[in-house]
């Protein structure tokens, strides 16, 4: 079945430093790709999505680029900041989505 | 739009008790989804309806739990009778095509 892994947090990182969150799946067909955020207390919120092979998707300065021949979807971002301290989750759909296990990232002022 | 809108909440309640939880999806959208998140097993999907019917179910942990989908604008996750490990956050998220809306959760403490 589809299956998404994403690396095991918490990523602890100071403002201004560069982010990396891999992310990689098992799917058939050609799913659609996101990485969700989830800020302390609230739900999750899409943050940015891809439909197909080399699609980039991008908001609020995080992107990430629908790798087909890696199976990827790593999500990166120039300069975090404290604000973007939160849970990112992964996901494909098929029918539904699968969620990866999520990866809690700590910016330090 | 709204969004998705949960209620209650919060909710305490005692071991045994009957518990109720709805959501009202987005207008318009026409699958719904219950989701239940902790610590140790993070995110799992419970049950999701498509055009008020339930669809996959095979994430209900027990007899315990029922959801129903009366009508395209509301669903209820029952959970009778309550345990402590019952104990989450129970999300609802509504969709029309790929892309999940999440509603804010209820907190469900079980004493």
């Known amino acids: 079945g589809d299956s998404v892994t994403q690396m095991e947090g918490p990523v602890t990182l100071s403002e201004e430093a560069f982010l990396t969150i891999n992310c990689t799946y098992t799917a058939t067909g050609y799913p659609s790709l996101f990485w969700y955020v989830q800020y302390p207390g609230e739900g999750l919120q899409l943050l940015l999505k891809?439909?197909?092979?080399?699609d980039k998707g991008s908001n609020k300065g995080f992107e990430a680029t629908y790798r087909k021949e890696t199976t990827s979807f790593h999500l990166e971002k120039g300069s975090v900041q404290v604000s973007d301290s939160a849970v990112y989750f992964c996901a494909l759909t098929g029918n539904m989505l699968t969620f990866g296990g999520g990866t809690r990232l700590m910016v330090k002022p | 739009d709204a969004g998705v809108i949960q209620s209650p909440r919060h909710e305490v309640t005692e071991m045994g008790q009957e518990v109720t939880l709805r959501c009202k999806p987005i207008s318009g959208h026409n699958s719904l989804f219950w989701y239940r998140q902790t610590m140790m097993r993070g995110l799992e999907l419970l049950i999701y309806?498509?055009?008020?019917?339930?669809?996959?179910d095979s994430g209900m942990p027990e007899d315990r739990f029922s959801a129903k989908m009366p009508n395209a604008s509301f669903s209820t996750l029952k959970i009778q009778p309550s345990e402590p490990r019952d104990s989450a956050v129970y999300f609802c998220?509504?969709?029309?095509?790929?892309?999940?809306?999440f509603g804010p959760g209820t907190r469900l403490t079980v004493l």
């Open positions: 891809a439909t197909k092979a080399d």
């Open positions: 998220a509504s969709s029309l095509e790929r892309e999940q809306f």
């Open positions: 309806f498509n055009n008020n019917v339930p669809i996959d």
